[in-house]
C-alpha cells in the first residue's frame, strides 16, 4: 500500500470520526469509529490491532454517515465515481460538468461545452476520459485532466438518457428517448452499432462486466439483452403488461 493510499485512508477515517456524534469523547475514537470502521485497509487495520479487546462488526458499513456536501451551482442530474475513488464528476441542469477531488470536495475542472441540460455522466475505467449524454440529443466525450471536449457524438434523434463504458474503454454505449441503444468507438466517436427492439424510451444501459453484452431497459416494461459484437438481440425479458406507449 503506498503513502498516498495510506494518507487517503487515514484522511477518510478522520472525517468519519468528526462528523459523527462521538467525536466529542475522545476515547469513542477507539471505541466506537475505529470499531465500525468499513474498510480493510492500513492504517487503520494496523491501529486495531493495538485495540484487540474493542468490539468488531461483521459487515460494517458507513451507515448514512455524512463525510463531505459539495454544493452545486444548479440542480444535479446525474454522478459517478472515477474507478480509482479519488474523483467525482457531477452534470447539471446548468449544462456543465464539474469534476470534483473526493477526499477534499475541491473542483478541480468544470466543462462547460455543453448546449443543454446534462442528463447522465460516467468516468472511463482508467480515468483518463469522461462522458456526458445530454438533452440535445449528443454524447460527449471529455478529457479528465483538462475538461477540454474531446468528442462529439451525434446519431440519437432525441434526448439522451444514459451513457456507460465498456469495462475494457474502448467503446460507449447510450440510451435515448428515440427508443435506440447506440454503441460508439471510444476514440474515434464513430457509430458502431444500431440496437432497435424497444418500442418506448430507453431508461438505462449497460455492458456486462465481460464486455460481451449490453443490457437495456425501456419504458416499455421490457430488459433487452444484446450480444455486443453482433448488436443481436439475444433474450427479451417482458413485465405482464408491456406496453408501446405511455399514458
Not at 464513430?190 to 419504458?219: A, C, M, W
Request: charged fraction near 20%.
Amino acid at each position: 500500500m503506498s503513502l498516498a493510499e495510506k494518507l487517503t485512508e487515514a484522511q477518510s477515517f478522520a472525517l468519519y470520526f468528526s462528523g459523527s456524534n462521538v467525536s466529542s469523547s475522545t476515547p469513542h475514537l477507539y471505541i466506537s469509529s475505529l470499531a465500525t470502521w468499513p474498510c480493510n485497509l492500513d492504517p487503520c487495520q494496523h491501529w486495531k490491532s493495538h485495540f484487540p479487546r474493542i468490539p468488531g462488526f461483521i459487515n460494517a458499513s458507513l451507515g448514512g454517515t455524512l463525510l463531505r456536501t459539495l454544493n452545486m451551482r444548479s440542480a444535479v442530474m446525474a454522478v459517478a465515481v472515477s474507478l480509482s475513488g479519488k474523483q467525482i464528476v457531477s452534470g447539471s441542469s446548468d449544462k456543465s460538468v464539474q469534476v470534483w477531488d473526493a477526499s477534499t470536495g475541491d473542483e478541480l475542472k468544470v466543462s462547460k461545452g455543453h448546449t443543454d441540460l446534462v442528463r447522465s455522466v460516467a468516468f472511463s475505467p482508467d480515468g483518463k476520459h469522461i462522458i456526458s449524454g445530454l438533452n440535445d440529443k449528443s454524447v460527449r466525450v471529455w478529457l479528465a485532466s483538462t475538461g477540454n471536449e474531446f468528442n462529439v457524438l451525434k446519431g440519437h434523434t432525441d434526448l439522451v438518457i444514459l451513457v456507460a463504458f465498456l469495462p475494457d474503454g474502448k467503446e460507449i454505449v447510450s440510451g435515448s428517448n428515440d427508443r435506440s441503444v447506440r454503441v460508439w468507438g471510444a476514440l474515434t466517436g464513430d457509430e458502431l452499432k444500431v440496437l432497435e427492439g424497444h418500442t418506448n424510451l430507453v431508461r438505462s444501459v449497460t455492458f456486462s462486466p465481460d464486455g460481451k453484452q449490453i443490457v437495456s431497459g425501456s419504458y416499455d416494461k421490457s430488459v433487452q439483452i444484446w450480444d455486443a459484437s453482433t448488436g443481436d438481440e439475444l433474450k427479451v425479458f417482458e413485465g405482464p403488461y408491456r406496453s408501446s406507449h405511455i399514458s
